[in-house]
């Protein structure tokens, strides 16, 4: 009879261990711009060149970014717009200039020569905010629509910070089609001071709790297991 529970116990616990993934295996496509192919999963360490280009002319808006347009002496065609699915901003004058996939530069220069149109001379700034999702262990997990200069670590600070058991050394980043794991527990961390980019999912892992969350448990099935063994015999 021992050797009967004995073998149920372990099939029990078989069936509660959890399942992992790997890092590697293909995440969900995500918005945003490739990831380097020399950068590695499971790797934090930051190529200098890829950390550099993440604020240059590369950089370009995707559908679900928003834009801050200031135009001088003009609150008329100022103000904060999305950019739609179609490429354009979700305004009524703006939907006629395309800029998403538009380096951020071109995009200013596009809207500026749009304006003169309506005055001389415009003046133009224009200031893009990235969609981001932070999840996973943090206080706020949420859509956040973030300025160009947000770094990862800001990212996360803006979710209200990680929750008491949330790993800062295994902290999940979906960009561009790969998936990183980035450890986050040193404040100069190369990954934690780079910029984030459109698209970017910033996921905090949560600490896992043998004792309460398998072990508790399993021994719950087993005792249950017994005493069904017991009422059989009887």
């Given at each position: 009879?021992?050797?009967?529970?004995?073998?149920?116990?372990?099939v029990?616990?078989a069936?509660?261990?959890?399942?992992?993934?790997e890092?590697?295996?293909?995440?969900?496509?995500?918005?945003?711009?490739?990831?380097?192919?020399?950068?590695?999963?499971?790797?934090?360490?930051?190529?200098?060149a890829?950390?550099?280009?993440a604020?240059d002319?590369?950089?370009?808006?995707k559908?679900?970014?928003k834009?801050?347009?200031?135009?001088?002496?003009?609150?008329?065609?100022?103000?904060?717009?999305?950019?739609?699915v179609?490429?354009?901003?979700?305004?009524?004058?703006?939907?006629?200039?395309?800029v998403?996939?538009?380096?951020?530069?071109?995009?200013q220069?596009?809207?500026q020569?749009?304006?003169?149109?309506f005055?001389?001379?415009p003046?133009?700034?224009?200031?893009?905010?990235?969609?981001?999702?932070?999840?996973?262990?943090?206080?706020?997990?949420?859509?956040y629509?973030?300025?160009r200069?947000?770094?990862?670590?800001?990212?996360?600070?803006?979710?209200?910070?990680?929750?008491?058991?949330?790993?800062?050394?295994?902290?999940?980043?979906?960009?561009?089609?790969?998936e990183?794991?980035?450890?986050?527990?040193?404040?100069?961390?190369?990954?934690?001071?780079?910029?984030?980019m459109?698209?970017?999912?910033?996921?905090?892992?949560q600490?896992?709790?043998?004792?309460?969350e398998i072990?508790?448990?399993?021994?719950?099935?087993?005792?249950?297991?017994?005493?069904?063994?017991?009422?059989?015999?009887?």
């Amino acid at each position: 009879m021992r050797s009967i529970v004995c073998a149920a116990a372990l099939v029990v616990m078989a069936g509660c261990l959890p399942v992992t993934a790997e890092p590697g295996h293909t995440p969900p496509p995500v918005a945003g711009p490739a990831a380097p192919a020399a950068q590695a999963d499971g790797d934090s360490a930051l190529p200098a060149a890829y950390a550099a280009s993440a604020m240059d002319s590369n950089l370009v808006l995707k559908p679900g970014d928003k834009v801050h347009i200031s135009v001088w002496k003009d609150t008329t065609m100022s103000g904060d717009f999305v950019v739609g699915v179609n490429g354009a901003l979700l305004h009524p004058l703006y939907q006629s200039v395309p800029v998403a996939g538009v380096p951020i530069p071109e995009v200013q220069q596009r809207l500026q020569k749009f304006l003169t149109q309506f005055e001389s001379n415009p003046e133009v700034v224009v200031e893009p905010m990235f969609r981001v999702v932070v999840n996973g262990a943090v206080r706020t997990p949420q859509v956040y629509q973030l300025p160009r200069e947000t770094s990862i670590f800001m990212a996360i600070a803006e979710a209200g910070g990680p929750l008491p058991d949330g790993r800062m050394d295994k902290v999940r980043l979906w960009r561009g089609g790969r998936e990183y794991t980035l450890d986050l527990t040193h404040a100069d961390a190369a990954w934690g001071n780079s910029p984030v980019m459109s698209g970017d999912q910033i996921i905090v892992t949560q600490r896992s709790h043998f004792f309460r969350e398998i072990f508790v448990p399993v021994v719950g099935l087993v005792g249950a297991a017994a005493s069904i063994i017991n009422l059989i015999r009887r």
